[in-house]
């Protein structure tokens, strides 16, 4: 269907049209004068885990239905009780995007499908007063630390209080119809123009046909379940397009110092500092998790890269070592984290070990582990001077480790009074962690961590895990990369200030101030929230720069022929942040083997081409769950989920005309037909009358 | 539109041409081969129009101009196959088997090269617009005339019964040296096509075609040998005839019937 005309077609198109001659001038394709295809990458689609499947799909050839552009709630009654020409496709603002609207959209029977349009001048802080978010209350609870915890006072913890408030579970249900986003003003524009010129109901009275229409297609290969899909997957896809894939992406990390196997690391020395770089919606295409994922990874980038200035010093007095970590897929049941933690017992992290591989990198097992220092949301303080720390209640009885998490917690109190700008306030100890990518090792083994957050109980993001956790939700202002105005960047360049003085004393156990350096974690920020094309991603991201577009960061985990740009990108930025320069050429600047404890990575955009050696690099992400043979998938041991396989997603407008209609004129061609039939048949048998080929007997 | 308008404006358009092939062509292998090889011609003057019409560049905005040359190509290709059955004669009188209607009877094979042309012609002109009928669209929304696909069907049907007329009177205008017959064929088929420039002023358009048909359909009808008299004695039936000429008769249904 989705023909292209080239040129040289076109202009045989033309010819055609001109020597029938009576076609619409220019030789366009009559299609496009039928159908206007308006913005349909941003489809909700399905996933799936080992119990449930979750999302929309369309039917095979698309959804189709009579647009009705949702103003205000009465509009909604109006469609159900009196709209007669079902079924319908409702277009609405987020306002109206709820699980009740959604919940009545279905049983009403009327309705094939949604679409949620975002006008430009749509203010979530002053209309969605109720905030908005598709995660559930307790997000990732059932995978989590505490789901079976015998301390009840754990367990149903979030249930009595629970941490997103404002979860609406609408990212975990299935829809029976699609659900598109639309937020290209051209498409909304041409969805309410054509809703009022053909179908906006005149006095309450519907108006006739033609009526404008939407077509949406975003039809999906999987259903049912991971284990049933992933098992139809092993008998051997029939088309080149999976059922479903397990979501995957890569966990991106790096240490401050390299890990050579031949020498051993000692127990307790690899302090680990992690956030979370994935965030996700009901829609495609669209995850900018600015406040979910965004500013811990701005805030690990930036502290990381502060620290890395005082490699030196740190290799020179301690034996321990630094572990910057982003994990991947924590969205979707810790994937990135339960699979580190699932290598490390397994022996394999990040690799298993190699014959004939010089400089092999050492591997890291669970009794390394040190301290755990993890970011979570951390950008929307309700006072910008403060930030809350977490601790889990359950290891923290053991005295031992009590002793242990209190000396974290000093110091980091030490280190916000070195920087003094931003306060840590530590949550009441009976509360258990919020959700975080510690939890995935708190299940495996006993260590002393910190979480930290820009809330005490419940999220201060009204947005969580939604298409509207952006940079407006987080308010920063930053225009460009080098705007100095803007005091989001200050407030997460505070905090990565105060993060790497922690970790400077952690490693060394002397004091000193390290700042953070704001023009680069804006230039980050700029980077992620508003543009990723930036100066940055130019410099650093070589080949992958060019496939990404002037948009923020989409940070769903996506599968493993997904897109990977971001993550890519996001590696290339971290060797830059934590690598040496070194002088190599092009040729030279690159690795023997992945196995070895330093990478190098070419910049030919950096001053002219620059070679980095770092100990950065990526280790897959995915979820034990499908490396395990006859994993249970109904166990909640691992994530489980899936994506389903889908061949396109597409949104076209256009003018439906009435039955009626129809009919006339299928009758007319069936008229015209046997009219013909009857003509030509009277002139046939009686050509020698008619055509007076007798004439001369009959004149006579 | 959907599918049932597609079948819809299909039939309108080609419904009486489909009579005429079921009818009269399809029954005699010669007429068949004869209406696919004048089909064939106008494929190649539609060829050489396209050819002409990317070689000038510089005047493909312009559509009056390819009109013209497109009817030009199509009235010299009738030509060129009016040129060609003329040489074949010969051939087609041992290939048709004894029986020679198709050879005495000159205004068959006009009738079926214009057939030939008409419905080749019908085809490349409604296809386009046809095959984009099927989706569940119709089109208007962006300002178009709503009843485009029905006035294009109609458009489509009058050009192919045009072809079919004009083919009759060009044969016999080259048979007679009747050059003003010729002039009025050529004349005809600028006129028709020239005025679908207006379009989409249908109120116009559609009109002056069907004006235009009927004439050519009148003139041809005269030119085949009819007359109103004929078309009385054929409604009065033809057991009169068959008392003055039964064999001849006889003749003539069994060929048509076959």
Redesign the interface.
């Given at each position: 269907m989705a023909s292209k005309v080239t040129g040289r077609q076109a202009t045989l198109l033309r010819v055609l049209v001109l020597s029938g001659t009576f076609f619409l001038a220019a030789g366009e394709r009559v299609k496009n004068k039928i159908y206007d295809e308006i913005q349909g990458d941003m489809a909700c689609f399905k996933r799936f885990n080992g119990t449930h499947e979750i999302g929309c799909t369309s039917k095979f050839f698309g959804n189709t239905g009579v647009l009705h552009v949702i103003e205000e709630k009465a509009d909604f009654d109006w469609v159900y009780e009196h709209g007669p020409h079902q079924p319908y496709v409702l277009a609405f603002t987020p306002l109206f995007l709820t699980e009740a609207v959604l919940e009545r959209a279905t049983d009403s029977g009327k309705v094939s499908g949604v679409v949620v349009v975002v006008p430009e001048d749509f203010d979530p802080e002053t209309q969605l007063l109720d905030g908005f978010s598709g995660e559930t209350e307790c997000p990732d609870a059932y995978l989590g630390l505490y789901n079976a915890s015998s301390n009840p006072d754990y367990a149903g913890y979030c249930r009595k209080k629970p941490w997103n408030p404002n979860g609406t579970s609408m990212l975990y249900t299935s829809w029976e119809f699609p659900i598109f986003l639309i937020t290209n003003q051209t498409s909304v524009n041409n969805i309410q123009n054509c809703f009022e010129k053909f179908n906006k109901p005149v006095n309450g009275m519907p108006r006739d046909w033609p009526l404008c229409s939407l077509e949406l297609k975003s039809n999906m290969y999987g259903t049912t379940n991971s284990e049933v899909c992933m098992r139809r997957a092993s008998i051997g896809p029939l088309s080149t397009d999976n059922f479903c894939d397990p979501l995957y992406d890569y966990n991106i990390w790096g240490t401050l110092k390299p890990m050579n196997m031949s020498e051993e690391i000692p127990e307790k020395s690899v302090i680990i500092v992690a956030a979370r770089m994935d965030a996700a919606t009901m829609f495609d295409n669209i995850s900018p998790g600015a406040n979910s994922a965004v500013s811990g990874i701005i805030t690990l980038m930036s502290a990381a890269a502060a620290i890395f200035k005082h490699k030196e010093e740190i290799i020179n007095v301690s034996n321990k070592n630094i572990l910057f970590i982003l994990f991947q897929g924590e969205t979707w049941g810790y994937i990135g984290s339960s699979r580190v933690v699932w290598d490390m017992e397994q022996g394999q992290f990040p690799y298993k070990v190699k014959d004939d591989v010089k400089d092999q990198i050492a591997q890291i097992n669970l009794t390394h582990i040190d301290y755990f220092i993890e970011l979570e949301q951390v950008g929307q303080p309700e006072d910008i001077n403060k930030l809350y720390i977490h601790t889990d209640p359950i290891s923290n009885a053991n005295p031992e480790l009590k002793n242990e998490t209190d000396n974290l917690l000093n110091i980091l109190d030490e280190a916000s009074n070195l920087v003094n700008e931003t306060k840590f306030v530590r949550v009441r100890k009976d509360v258990p962690l919020p959700p975080s990518s510690i939890q995935s090792f708190l299940k495996h083994v006993n260590i002393s961590g910190v979480v930290i957050t820009d809330h005490e109980g419940e999220f201060k993001n009204p947005y969580y895990e939604s298409f509207l956790d952006n940079y407006r939700n987080v308010k920063y202002e930053a225009d460009n990369e080098t705007s100095d105005a803007d005091l989001y960047h200050k407030h997460i360049n505070n905090v990565a200030s105060v993060l790497a003085t922690a970790i400077y004393k952690l490693a060394t156990n002397t004091h000193k101030k390290i700042t953070a350096d704001p023009e680069l974690t804006n230039e980050l920020l700029f980077c992620y929230m508003k543009n990723m094309t930036c100066n940055l991603v130019q410099e650093y991201g070589g080949e992958m720069a060019k496939h990404l577009e002037p948009k923020p960061a989409k940070l769903y985990v996506s599968v493993e022929s997904g897109e990977r740009y971001r993550s890519y990108v996001t590696m290339y930025l971290m060797a830059g942040l934590l690598g040496d320069e070194v002088e190599r050429n092009q040729s030279d600047c690159k690795i023997e083997s992945i196995y070895n404890m330093n990478h190098f990575y070419y910049f030919s955009h950096l001053h002219n081409g620059t070679c980095v050696q770092t100990t950065v690099r990526m280790t897959e992400a995915m979820s034990p769950a499908f490396l395990i043979d006859d994993y249970d998938w109904k166990s909640g041991e691992y994530s489980t989920w899936t994506e389903s396989g889908w061949k396109l997603t597409k949104v076209m407008i256009f003018l439906r005309p009435s039955v009626l209609e129809e009919v006339a004129v299928v009758c007319g061609g069936v008229v015209s037909l046997v009219l013909s039939v009857i003509v030509v048949h009277f002139m046939n048998s009686r050509a020698d009358l008619l055509f007076g080929l007798s004439t001369p007997p009959a004149a006579c | 539109?959907?599918v049932?308008?597609f079948?819809?404006?299909?039939?309108?358009a080609f419904?009486?041409s489909?009579?005429?092939f079921?009818?009269?062509i399809a029954t005699d292998p010669i007429r068949t081969i004869m209406l696919v090889a004048s089909a064939f011609f106008w494929l190649l003057?539609?060829l050489f129009?396209?050819i002409l019409?990317?070689a000038v560049v510089q005047l493909?905005d312009y559509?009056a101009f390819?009109?013209v040359f497109?009817?030009l190509f199509?009235e010299l290709f009738r030509f060129l196959w009016f040129l060609l059955i003329q040489k074949a004669e010969g051939g087609l009188k041992k290939v048709s088997d004894g029986n020679m209607q198709i050879v005495e009877?000159k205004?068959i094979l006009a009738y079926v090269s214009g057939l030939g042309f008409g419905m080749i012609?019908?085809a490349?002109?409604?296809v386009?617009?046809l095959a984009?009928?099927t989706?569940?669209?119709?089109?208007?929304?962006?300002g178009?005339p709503?009843n485009?696909?029905?006035a294009?069907a109609v458009?489509?049907?009058a050009?192919i019964l045009l072809h079919v007329f004009w083919g009759i009177l060009f044969f016999n205008a080259l048979h007679r040296r009747a050059y003003l017959q010729l002039a009025y064929v050529i004349l005809c088929h600028m006129l028709?096509?020239?005025i679908?420039?207006m379009?989409?002023i249908y109120s116009v358009?559609i009109p002056t075609i069907w004006i235009l048909t009927i004439l050519s359909g009148v003139l041809a009808f005269i030119v085949?040998?009819?007359?109103h008299r004929?078309?009385q004695?054929?409604f009065r039936?033809?057991p009169?005839?068959l008392q003055?000429?039964a064999d001849?008769?006889g003749n003539?249904?069994q060929v048509?019937g076959m």
């Open positions: - | 539109m959907t049932a308008e079948f819809g404006c299909g039939l309108i419904g009486p489909l009579a005429m079921g009818l009269t003057a539609l129009s396209s019409y990317t493909q559509l390819g009109v497109s009817v199509q009877n205004h012609s019908g490349f002109s409604l386009n617009v984009d009928m989706g569940p669209g119709t089109i208007g929304m962006k178009d709503k485009f696909f029905i294009s458009t489509s049907l050009f028709a096509s020239c679908t420039l379009n989409p358009t085949a040998g009819g007359s004929t078309i004695s054929a039936g033809r009169q005839v003055v000429n001849a008769t003539f249904t048509g």
